[in-house]
């Protein structure tokens, strides 16, 4: 390590030099732009890419600190899918209940086992993708998500659900609430066997099936190869302590 950050290789940042705050709160839309001109400087110094370990605890204590996070978080990953940006972010258990685990937990790609039901994350092709299961105990969690995402500048609202194993009659409710509110249509894509067990109609919601996607597809579909290297890194974290243990790592 000593070696690394001698060379330039790694670099060392508190809280306030790695995100832009606002008072305490994480400022989304700037610290978005810090990382990205850190992953150009990065590059134009020769590296191949940018990858970060960051402890999010102290700016996730408060429910505004968390709004703030939760929508720099989505942002960032709709950044890193282009970007040759892999990272993972740690959240202190013992200073975080589980529903604040669980808040932050849900919009990254991957997270340790029984932090959160439900993912949603970043994809090419859509406004944002599903998986795990969204049954109707984690609709008021799912709600809090969608709500952190912020407005749609579009006029469709595509999301990929492939990935999802479930999702409840509640969760469409509040998919088809939430297009609703932004005044656009939602298709959401999901499996075939999954679409043709759905009844309709569900205001602003379309159904449309399709073929299923698995991890390897979905791993694929991420840009840059080491983040395919991140979630067996993750696994083998979480292996070597219990399920929800006083770190808790979430994957991007």
């Not at 700037?30 to 400087?41: F, I, K, P």
């Not at 088809?176 to 919601?205: C, D, F, G, K």
């Not at 696994?235 to 979430?250: D, E, I, Y």
Request: include cysteine; charged fraction near 20%.
């Amino acid at each position: 390590m000593r070696q690394a950050l001698e060379s330039g290789q790694a670099g060392l940042r508190d809280t306030a030099g790695y995100y832009q705050l606002a008072g305490e709160v994480v400022d989304a839309e700037a610290s978005v732009a810090r990382r990205l001109a850190a992953s150009a400087d990065a590059l134009a110094a020769g590296h191949n890419g940018s990858r970060i370990i960051v402890d999010c605890t102290a700016t996730a204590q408060t429910p505004q600190q968390r709004d703030a996070l939760a929508r720099y978080e989505h942002l960032l990953d709709k950044q890193i899918i282009q970007q040759p940006i892999a990272a993972l972010c740690a959240y202190d258990a013992r200073a975080l209940s589980l529903r604040a685990i669980a808040e932050l937990a849900c919009m990254h790609p991957y997270a340790s086992p029984r932090t959160t039901p439900f993912q949603l994350y970043a994809e090419h092709d859509a406004a944002f993708g599903l998986a795990g299961t969204l049954s109707d105990g984690s609709v008021a969690l799912f709600l809090t998500a969608l709500r952190r995402l912020g407005k749609s500048t579009r006029s469709d609202l595509v999301i990929d659900a492939r990935s999802a194993a479930y999702i409840g009659r509640q969760a469409l409710i509040a998919l088809s609430t939430h297009a609703q509110e932004l005044n656009v249509t939602a298709l959401l894509r999901m499996s075939r066997p999954h679409a043709s067990r759905i009844e309709l109609p569900y205001p602003a919601l379309t159904i449309a099936g399709a073929l299923s996607r698995g991890p390897k597809q979905y791993q694929a579909s991420r840009k840059w190869l080491p983040r395919k290297i991140l979630p067996g890194l993750a696994q083998r974290l979480v292996r070597a302590t219990k399920p929800l243990a006083p770190r808790a790592c979430r994957m991007r």
